[in-house]
Antibody, heavy 127, light 112 residues
């Protein structure tokens, strides 16, 4: 069974740092891109960051660029999100999400979508 | 403001059919990017419901269907059940943004 388990959330003061981890199991972690998506209390989903399967490419939403760093350790089947200069507006549940790639019939076209979500870890930024 | 626009809420009685729209623009849905849908039951993580505009993952009932046309997409739920009460999000891609992936603002479905 594919499983993603986030950890590392907690209460942190504004300006502080936190590192989230996501332990993956049940699939070949090194073959898939991974994402972080967050959800502020009572709000919708917000895209945060992505990383390619080998870690060579990373992507960030403007709201976190320069403050957050996504990384992965394929030998440990673990995804990370290093968060610094945290703000009150970063308060949210952070979800680790697996990317999936599926070929469309026999064509050279693929669907790319987020197929498995972890249960999330809560980050609260407050003094 | 989300790049993809969804109605904040929809409702329907058990057994009825409801649709949830997801309206984009020429830089996302209208550019040919696929649309995916996620269901978030109260207090739980989102779950993939529809991928590639109209495909259901294994285990998703055929009461759920998706479609895409022009700059919009829709999620239809037929034979509405109490357990369908949840938040629904569309997701696509936008070539005008620094990050490719975008979500709709979400729609709360209430089963009356």
């Amino acid at each position: 069974e594919v499983q993603l388990v986030e950890s590392g959330g907690g209460l942190v003061q504004p300006g502080g740092s936190l590192r989230l981890s996501c332990s993956a199991s049940g699939f070949t972690f090194s073959s898939y891109a991974m994402h972080w998506v967050r959800q502020a209390p009572g709000k919708g989903l917000e895209y945060v960051s992505a990383i390619s399967s080998n870690g060579g490419s990373t992507y960030y939403a403007d709201s976190v660029k320069g403050r957050f760093t996504i990384s992965r350790d394929n030998s440990k089947n673990t995804l990370y999100l290093q968060m610094s200069s945290l703000r009150a507006e970063d308060t949210a549940v952070y979800y680790c999400v697996k990317d999936e790639k599926q070929r469309v019939g026999s064509s050279p076209i693929y669907y790319y979508y987020m197929d498995v979500w972890g249960k999330g870890t809560t980050v609260t930024v407050s003094s | 403001q989300s790049v993809l626009t969804q109605p904040p809420s929809v409702s329907g009685a058990p057994g009825q059919r409801v649709t949830i729209s997801c309206t984009g623009s020429s830089s996302n849905i209208g550019a040919g990017y696929d649309v995916h849908w996620y269901q978030q039951l109260p207090g739980t993580a989102p779950k993939l419901l529809i991928y590639g505009n109209s495909n259901r993952p294994s285990g998703v009932p055929d009461r759920f269907s998706g479609s895409k046309s022009g700059t919009s997409a829709s999620l239809a739920i037929t034979g509405l059940q109490a357990e369908d009460e949840a938040d629904y999000y569309c997701q696509s891609y936008d070539s005008s943004l620094s990050v490719l992936w975008v979500f709709g603002g979400g729609t709360k479905l209430t089963v009356l």
